[in-house]
């Protein structure tokens, strides 16, 4: 299911912030060429909050341990385990669209 | 699509496999069909650990550098076991044994060299057959049939006292036989020692038990239908039931002779490793000769590889080979020794540096002309080697203080050599890399520092272990590791050095980190490069730059340093360490209101509220009101000092007062690294002035001693002496100097102790003190310009800079 999260200029160019959708905690990122990435908010090395991080293109330092990740594939660029990706997108009035799987309850 | 070229190596070893290699790194597999003769029936091995194959120490499956799984992935057509017989230059074929004919557009001789064996009666059986229990040293196979005659012989003689013959002896040592080296000159090791260290490295190996016989040219190898001892000049016998001849290597140039291209005592090469009489054929490593050199250590021929695959790729049709530096680093049956340049002075202006401990082994020497290394033995200790190596190679200029160029004054070095560093030994403490898991990154392909770093993250907590990373990295690569061209950048991700990039930042006229990317690094942005740039556009522009807030590191976008649960630790200004009733319960206040779970006071005598969560960041700050003590950036933490004279009875100057001024006139500063200050009232030093990035110790006379590159963290180094001074005022203003000297000059993340072992105390104290280019005036200027434009980042607990820069969860919003 497709869940709105707000509008895009909640996050500034080049950062990333997180939103508590149900269970689960999703990171938004705005790279500084426009795209926009939606990944799991923790980092699967020791947990660090992954919008705290650097970006630049789709690659993702983590601030704790600095572990690389690719956000468009959620590949751990050095090793590891790698994250889990939702697609996203914009809407008509720049409002930040991400689909997530709606479980079974 | 063009047709692909047709490439022939003939050589299968170390050259050319690794020049293969360069190609195929160039996109050479688009370019070429490859097919390489190798004579021996294996891929590429290093030939440099034969001798520990021969000991036992290494299996012979371990030593291969390319196994034949690498010639399919690769697509390269390997005939392995099969000598190449002629080349064909008209026809442009190659024609090897088992009537295999291969054509080529271009060729690569990489044949190497054969062991020589001198004119010597007896080598052979009558009729020319090879005589049982005479060997030479060169191949898996002379290694495999020495260790299977070896067994259960009784003495060994080894003829040659080189660099090859004496490891041959270590080998032949592990069978329990009796080693004899027979040398024909008056020292060992004639290329790489003098006669004072091959004296000393020949006492060293009779106390391994190896005999050691100078002086002495061999006549005859006596026995009939087998080896049973040696006849020398003076007809004196050596019984003795096996021989090793190693008595020098011949270039391969048969081949190269029977095509008629230039052959002297190697094959002739131009600056491209091109033979000059056929643009199509190259020659590289020990079988080439380039004005007038032939080279036997790899170093050397992986520089050939580069410019002949630079270039007969088009990559890089200017790449030049201008020759090499020799320098080597190795171990003579488990000595230590490291070589480079010459071994005797050559001419009267050259000043000769030497120690000399016969008892434990050890000699250093250093050949030294105006200033620079021209050539220089270590023995027994080589753990000056890595920087003596590279003042050599880039001839840098030495530290006047020659005595620490031979020793690490003040910290003992007990490091264990690599070989006999424990497998599972951690190297990297911060994230628990060991040797064999960088050996094991390097077996994978990754071949430079830097790539193995990124795949391991070793060395990539504190630093501290970066070195002793590369040395593994190197020996694991079997001499030297790929010279990473990342290493002189600032940052990774822009390829210019710190002063290419400085003078391209201000010509252009880029003052975001973003406009950089966009100009400079062809729109790449690389993460990790982000910050170096914001603190360098910072440093140049002042407050011109255009502050991205994305290039910062999180502590900086929130101005406390991010903790493992993700919330921060806040650290607020405590000038010189002095606070106050009225301070403290304010302090009290804010954590009880926020229940801040733990407070700490620090190493740099101030207090650290620690989990405070970002949302609670502003509030945190407004309800202390006190400015930010910068614990978490790039920059001027703290300074700390000691009682000084208000109270202490030993105090000389003080020191209180003098660190409230630094603090006041530092604070919040960018620097390439973390600078932490201290302030000592009398050489006593309890408050570590002396081991501070920058320190001020009073002493008698009311005077200051300005200590620089001091450290004692993950690495400790007491700091040089940069003057003495009289005033507070002047401590002020030499400190500024140095600090924007050093923010000009450094490379990001570098700390001053690096930065002043980099450049050396001597130029750092002409350039700040004596102002020997003339710059001081203008460093104090951009220091004044720097201290003015500060502001407290804790200002934004009022105006946040970003939307949503303290929360960490945002609602969402429909």
């Not at chain 2, 080349?87 to 074929?93: F, G, L, N, W």
């Not at chain 2, 260290?197 to 005859?220: D, F, P, W, Y």
């Not at chain 2, 403290?584 to 006071?601: E, H």
Request: charged letters at 25%; one cysteine or more; hydrophobic letters at 40%.
């Amino acid at each position: 299911m497709e869940i709105t999260l707000g509008p895009l200029s909640t996050i500034p160019p080049g950062e990333g912030r997180a939103f508590d959708v149900g269970s689960e905690r999703i990171a938004v990122f705005l790279a500084r060429d426009g795209r926009v990435f939606a990944t799991q908010a923790a980092c699967p090395h020791r947990g660090g909050p992954l919008v705290d991080g650097l970006l630049g293109g789709c690659t993702l330092v983590c601030p704790l341990h600095a572990q690389k990740f690719n956000l468009q594939t959620g590949e751990a660029l050095n090793g590891g385990p790698g994250l889990k990706t939702y697609p996203v997108r914009l809407s008509a009035t720049n409002q930040i669209v991400v689909q997530i799987e709606r479980d079974g309850g | 699509m063009q047709k692909k070229r047709k490439l022939v190596v003939i050589g299968n070893g170390m050259a050319g496999v690794r020049t293969v290699e360069e190609i195929l790194a160039r996109g050479g597999a688009e370019q070429f069909e490859i097919t390489i003769f190798g004579d021996e029936p294996y891929g590429n091995y290093n030939r440099i650990l034969l001798s520990e194959v021969l000991s036992g120490s290494q299996d012979a499956s371990e030593i291969f550098l390319n196994p034949l799984a690498w010639y399919r992935e690769n697509r390269i057509q390997l005939h392995a076991g099969v000598r190449a017989r002629a080349i064909h230059r008209h026809s442009r074929q190659v024609t090897g044994e088992h009537e295999i004919v291969a054509s080529y557009d271009n060729l690569i001789i990489a044949t190497g060299s054969s062991p020589y064996i001198p004119p010597i009666q007896g080598v052979r059986l009558e009729g020319g057959r090879e005589k049982p229990g005479v060997f030479v040293f060169r191949t898996l196979d002379d290694c495999h049939r020495i260790a299977a005659y070896a067994k259960g012989k009784r003495r060994a003689a080894v003829i040659g006292g080189g660099l090859l013959g004496l490891e041959a002896a270590r080998g032949l040592q592990n069978f329990g036989i009796d080693v004899h080296v027979v040398h024909i000159s008056g020292h060992l090791m004639g290329q790489q020692l003098d006669a004072t260290a091959g004296a000393i490295l020949r006492t060293t190996l009779e106390q391994l038990g190896v005999t050691v016989h100078l002086n002495r040219s061999t006549k005859e190898v006596l026995g009939d239908d087998r080896v049973t001892g040696l006849r020398f000049a003076d007809d004196e016998v050596l019984d003795c039931d096996l021989v090793v001849i190693s008595a020098g290597i011949r270039p391969n140039v048969d081949l190269a002779l029977r095509a008629g291209v230039t052959v002297e005592r190697g094959i002739v090469v131009d600056n491209h490793m091109r033979s000059p009489d056929d643009p199509r054929i190259y020659a590289v490593g020990e079988c080439a000769q380039h004005r007038g050199h032939v080279y036997g250590l790899v170093a050397p021929l992986w520089e050939q590889g580069k410019v002949l695959a630079d270039h007969i790729t088009k990559r890089n049709e200017k790449a030049t080979y201008s020759g090499s530096k020799v320098a080597t680093k190795l171990k003579v049956m488990g000595i230590q020794l490291a070589s480079m340049g010459i071994t005797e002075p050559a001419d009267d202006r050259d000043e000769i540096v030497q120690f000399i401990e016969p008892k434990r082994g050890t000699y250093k020497k250093l050949i030294i002309r105006d200033g620079r290394l021209l050539g220089g033995i270590l023995l027994g200790d080589v753990s000056k080697a890595a920087y003596l190596m590279q003042a050599f190679d880039k001839n840098t200029p030495l530290p006047d203080e020659r005595l620490s160029l031979l020793f690490d004054l003040g910290a003992p070095s007990t490091k264990a050599t690599l070989e006999e560093m424990p497998p599972e030994m951690q190297v990297c403490n911060c994230n628990g890399v060991s040797k064999e898991g960088i050996v094991a990154c390097v077996r994978s392909g990754k071949r430079s520092s830097r790539a193995i770093m990124d795949a391991t993250r070793a060395g990539m907590g504190c630093g501290a272990c970066k070195q002793l990373v590369s040395e593994i990295v190197a020996w694991a690569c079997g001499g030297a590791a790929e010279q990473d061209p990342a290493a002189s950048y600032y940052v990774p991700g822009v390829p210019l050095s710190k002063p290419e990039l400085v003078q391209a930042v201000r010509e252009r006229g880029l003052r975001s980190v973003s406009a950089v990317f966009r100009e400079l690094a062809g729109g790449v942005e690389d993460p990790g490069s982000k910050p170096g740039l914001a603190s360098l556009l910072r440093t140049v522009w002042h407050h011109e730059y255009e502050d991205e807030r994305d290039a910062r590191f999180i502590n900086d976008r929130v101005h406390a340093n991010i903790q493992k649960d993700g919330t921060f630790s806040v650290i607020p200004q405590i000038p010189g360490g002095v606070t106050s009733a009225a301070q403290l319960r304010k302090i009290a206040d804010v954590v009880d209101r926020y229940r801040v779970p733990l407070v700490k006071l620090t190493g740099g005598q101030r207090i650290d509220l620690l989990g405070v969560k970002k949302e609670d960041l502003p509030g945190v700050w407004r309800d202390l009101d006190m400015p930010s003590g910068f614990a978490y950036g790039k920059s001027y933490r703290t300074c700390k000092s000691c009682v000084g004279t208000d109270f202490c009875r030993f105090g000389l100057g003080d020191s209180i007062d003098l660190a409230v001024k630094i603090e006041d006139r530092f604070r919040g500063m960018d620097t390439p690294a973390k600078m932490k200050l201290a302030t000592a009232g009398c050489p006593r030093n309890c408050s570590e002035a002396m081991v501070k990035d920058v320190g001020a110790v009073a002493v008698e006379g009311g005077k200051w001693e300005i200590y620089v590159g001091g450290a004692a963290g993950a690495h400790v180094r007491k700091g040089d002496v940069l003057c003495v001074v009289d005033a507070h005022a002047d401590v002020l203003r030499l400190m500024g100097r140095f600090i924007q000297y050093y923010r000009e000059n450094a490379r990001y993340l570098e700390r001053t102790y690096g930065f002043v072992e980099r450049l050396g105390i001597q130029k750092i104290r002409a350039v700040v003190v004596d102002d020997s280019e003339g710059i001081a005036a203008r460093l104090d200027a951009e220091m004044q310009k720097t201290v003015e434009a500060y502001r407290d980042p804790w200002r934004e607990a009022y105006s946040p800079a970003t939307p949503n820069q303290f929360r960490s969860v945002l609602p969402i919003v429909q």
